[in-house]
Every structure is written in C-alpha cells, then in structure tokens.
C-alpha cells in the first residue's frame, strides 16, 4: 500500500513526515499526495547518496590505477639501471680478458729477453694471474647472481598480475589494498571498504556502517 511507503523507523527519526500520522481526518486523496510527495522525496535522498557513492568509487579506483602506472614506471626504471649495470659489468669483464690475453704475452716475451742476458741480474716481470683470475670470477658470478635476481623479480611480478582469483570487496569490487574499514553490521555483504572508495583518511573513534540498511539491522542486534 501507498500509505506503507516509508518505513516505520525512518517516520519516528524524520520529524519532517512524522505530522502524517495526524492526518487520518482529511480525505483519502489529500493523505495519498502527502505519501507521494514523502516517497519522491525519499527517491531523491537515494539517488543523491548513489551518486555520492559512484564519485568516491571513482576515485579511489582512480588512486588505484595511479598507484599501479607508478609500480610500473618505477620498475622499468630499476629494470634500466639493471641493464646499464649489466652492460658495465660485461664491459669490465671484456677489459679483464684482453689484459689478461695481453699479460702473458708480455710474460713469455721478458723470459725470452733475459735469457740472452749473459752479465748482469736477470731481469724478472711478476704479474699475479691467479688474483686477476680470480677477480675475473668474482665479477662473473656477480653478474650471475644480478641476473637472477632480476629474473625472479619479474617472475615474481607476473604472478602477481596474474592472479585474479582473490576475493572482492568495497563498492568497487574490487581486491583487497591498501588502507580498509570493516562495517560493523556482521551481515553485510560486501564486510570491507577501502579508505578512498568512502572518502575516509583514518579510524572512526565509534562504531562504522556502510550504508543506513547495515545501520538499522546493527541495531537490532
């Protein structure tokens, strides 16, 4: 019925519609306009707190996206660092080779030479192969270890992207991150909210509800 519009407890909080009850005397049509009125007017509320509710979607979907464009500028910029850091190492590792290549030759030509020396000490060229060896490992297994790591990061990444599977929650639908606030009504569907989809910025110093239906069936408990 017409005069069923609103309900019980919104007439006993809205002082504005609770002279309605005190209208049984006028006529039947008189009373039906004053509940017609009372539920287009209800029908505006609703739609004002739709919209309310879509911009803060909209929002904070919007943080989201930013956040997301940010990891990924942030990680191709530590992904280039990795290349050029790659790209030194190889070069460092080249230089090492062709020294190394070139040493021995040096070695091999002085022994030559001093063996033709009769008079005088013979003169002797040391150059420590093994620490240049060495050195060379060291380096090798850096970049060894560089790679890798930078490989499992990425692996790590695309797994992450890709798992889809995780439960939704908030006005957005959406996975759960960053900042969230639980309504305090136990049967609420969606349970969590994130901060930015309902414009909230730290906890509320009482009890929370998503919406004024969680509210009534909160506190009927």
């Known amino acids: 019925m017409e005069s069923r519009i609103v309900s019980s407890a919104e007439q006993a909080?809205?002082?504005?519609?609770s002279f309605l009850n005190t209208l049984d005397h006028f006529s039947c049509e008189y009373v039906r306009t004053l509940w017609l009125i009372q539920y287009l007017d209800n029908k505006c509320l609703d739609g004002a707190r739709d919209e309310e509710a879509l911009e803060l979607q909209i929002c904070g979907k919007a943080e989201y996206l930013n956040k997301l464009v940010e990891e990924r500028v942030s990680f191709l910029q530590q992904y280039k660092q990795d290349l050029e850091m790659q790209k030194g190492i190889n070069k460092r590792y080249s230089q090492l080779l062709s020294r190394k290549k070139g040493t021995s030759t040096v070695v091999r030509q002085s022994s030559k030479t001093t063996t033709k020396k009769q008079n005088g000490k013979k003169l002797l060229?040391?150059?420590?192969?093994?620490?240049?060896?060495?050195?060379?490992m060291e380096l090798e297994k850096k970049r060894k270890?560089?790679?890798?790591k930078s490989s499992n990061e990425s692996k790590k990444r695309e797994v992450k992207d890709a798992n889809g599977d995780e439960e939704r929650y908030c006005f957005c639908n959406d996975v759960s991150y960053g900042a969230?606030?639980?309504c305090d009504?136990?049967?609420?569907?969606?349970?969590w909210f994130h901060y930015p989809c309902i414009g909230m910025t730290k906890p509320p110093s009482g009890k929370w509800y998503c919406s004024e239906k969680c509210r009534l069936q909160g506190g009927k408990k």
């Open 180 to 182: 969230m606030i639980a």
């Open 13 to 17: 909080t809205d002082i504005r519609y």
């Open 145 to 148: 270890d560089y790679l890798q």
């Open 185 to 191: 009504n136990s049967k609420c569907e969606r349970e």
């Open 125 to 136: 060229l040391k150059i420590n192969l093994k620490k240049a060896y060495r050195r060379d």
